[in-house]
């Protein structure tokens, strides 16, 4: 992962960003629109309002944002609205689509596949997500101190960075898996460990450059404190880069998770998880491929998806360090 410098917007570049004779965009429609932006409901105002952003401008980033979050909605509230039991196993075993009582079918142990899909987003987007903030944690501070101590202190700890991106990525995360066991939390550990040190290079890029600035040297001769200074002046003024590459880390880690699923080192059965199912259902690929080729799909569309998002999220965000 090179490293990636954005610009951030202070106060006063906001104020000289603004159209000479122009009026400032706020939240309020205008008089000449305001029937049309009211009769359109809350929720075009609110799509409006994120477009002033720069969020989901383009159709990619648009349909990326719904994607995910229907994803997240489904795997929170779908296992509440199905009665179907994902670990059940039936004698109607290999259903194919459209039967009664199930719309995809059934596999080879009579369980539901609908229901098996609902219930498996959950695992998988529980551990991308907590993995990812593991990393974010990790990496931020990393990153933060490295950047804004410099010297020896800087040498230390990116030198480990750099030691740790030398390393597979995906074997770092089997080793960790293996040596813990099995089982979510050593697959939380394993997958956020791993991807710290791309996010701590980021950090240290834009922390360093953010040391430099005179609002941290005035903070500095005030006698501010080093740890009021890292969270309270420098990193509000690298979140926008810093989010935007998180969450392009999620969807590395979801596809760390289903992989180690699918190896074995990961969600264990019976629970059902879209990782696990593609293994589970690949003796079937040719007799029954919605086995493989659902759980697959939506494993790669919230893999791609998070991508989109993560580059709406980075021009919306840091629009010079993206231009």
Request: hydrophobic letters at 50%; one cysteine or more; a positive charge.
């Amino acid at each position: 992962m090179s490293d990636h410098t954005g610009a951030v917007i202070g106060p006063s570049d906001g104020l000289a960003a603004a159209p000479v004779g122009g009026a400032v965009p706020s939240g309020r429609p205008a008089k000449g629109d305001g029937g049309r932006r009211g009769s359109g409901g809350g929720g075009r105002g609110r799509l409006a309002r994120l477009r002033q952003l720069g969020i989901g401008t383009s159709w990619p980033a648009m349909v990326s944002w719904v994607f995910l979050v229907a994803i997240v909605l489904i795997a929170l509230v779908g296992p509440l609205l199905l009665s179907a039991d994902p670990v059940r196993q039936t004698s109607s075993a290999m259903l194919p689509f459209g039967s009664p009582g199930h719309p995809l079918g059934t596999d080879d142990l009579g369980r539901d596949e609908l229901a098996r899909l609902v219930h498996g987003a959950r695992p998988l987007l529980f551990v991308a997500f907590a993995s990812t903030a593991l990393a974010a944690v990790l990496g931020t501070g990393v990153g933060l101190l490295a950047g804004y101590a410099g010297g020896m202190v800087e040498q230390l700890l990116m030198r480990a960075v750099d030691l740790a991106l030398a390393f597979p990525s995906i074997l770092l995360v089997i080793l960790l898996v293996a040596a813990a066991g099995p089982g979510t939390t050593s697959l939380v550990i394993g997958v956020g460990v791993s991807l710290a040190p791309g996010l701590a290079r980021l950090a240290r890029a834009l922390a360093a450059r953010e040391t430099t600035r005179d609002y941290i040297v005035a903070a500095r001769l005030g006698g501010t404190r080093t740890p009021r200074i890292l969270a309270q002046e420098i990193l509000p003024n690298i979140a926008g880069p810093m989010v935007a590459q998180v969450v392009m880390t999620l969807s590395v880690a979801a596809g760390f998770a289903a992989g180690l699923s699918y190896l074995g080192l990961g969600i264990q059965p019976p629970t059902p998880d879209w990782g696990y199912m593609v293994q589970a259902g690949q003796e079937f690929l040719y007799s029954a491929p919605r086995l493989v080729v659902l759980p697959a799909a939506l494993t790669l569309l919230f893999v791609v998806a998070c991508n989109f998002v993560g580059d709406d999220l980075r021009d919306a965000l840091d629009p010079k360090g993206s231009a």
